[in-house]
C-alpha cells in the first residue's frame, strides 16, 4: 500500500487519507502520480481500395475511470470501464463508436484467436 507523510507532523499514513489522524492537517495528496484515466493509441490503417484513404488511422481509447467535466453551460459524465474507437483521417475523427469493457474483452479475444489461426496456417521453414 501507498503511503503519505504529514507535512506538519510527519505521521506516515495511507494515501486515502485526507487529512492526518493525528493532527488534522490536510495532507498533499495532490503530489501524488494519478493513475491515468484514460489510455490511447493509433493504429495505421492499410489501404485496400481506392476509395479507402491512405492517411487513415484507428484511435483505441480505454477508459479506466469515470471523469465529469463542467462548465458554464454544463456538465458532461464520461463513464470508466469502456473502449472508444474512433476513424481518424489526417487530424480529423470520421466516426467514433464504444464498447463497454466487457465487449472490448471479447474483441480482444476474438483477434487473438483469429490471429493464432493465421499463425497455424503459415508454413513451417
Not at 36 to 63: E, T
Not at 96 to 101: A, G, H, M, Q
Amino acid at each position: 500500500m501507498e503511503r503519505i507523510f504529514c507535512p506538519s507532523c510527519r505521521l506516515q499514513q495511507p494515501i486515502d487519507h485526507a487529512y492526518c489522524v493525528r493532527c488534522g492537517h490536510g495532507l498533499p495528496t495532490h503530489l501524488l502520480e494519478q493513475a491515468p484515466v484514460k489510455r490511447a493509441r493509433f493504429f495505421a490503417g492499410v489501404k485496400v481500395s481506392d476509395r479507402d484513404s491512405a492517411n487513415a488511422f484507428l484511435r483505441v481509447s480505454c477508459y479506466l475511470k469515470e471523469q465529469t467535466f463542467s462548465t458554464p453551460e454544463g456538465s458532461v459524465v464520461i463513464p470508466g470501464h469502456h473502449v472508444r474507437f474512433s476513424i481518424w483521417n489526417g487530424e480529423q475523427a470520421q466516426c467514433v463508436l464504444s464498447i463497454p469493457e466487457t465487449e472490448a474483452r471479447s474483441l480482444a479475444h476474438f483477434i487473438e484467436e483469429e490471429l493464432s489461426k493465421l499463425d497455424d496456417a503459415l508454413p513451417a521453414t
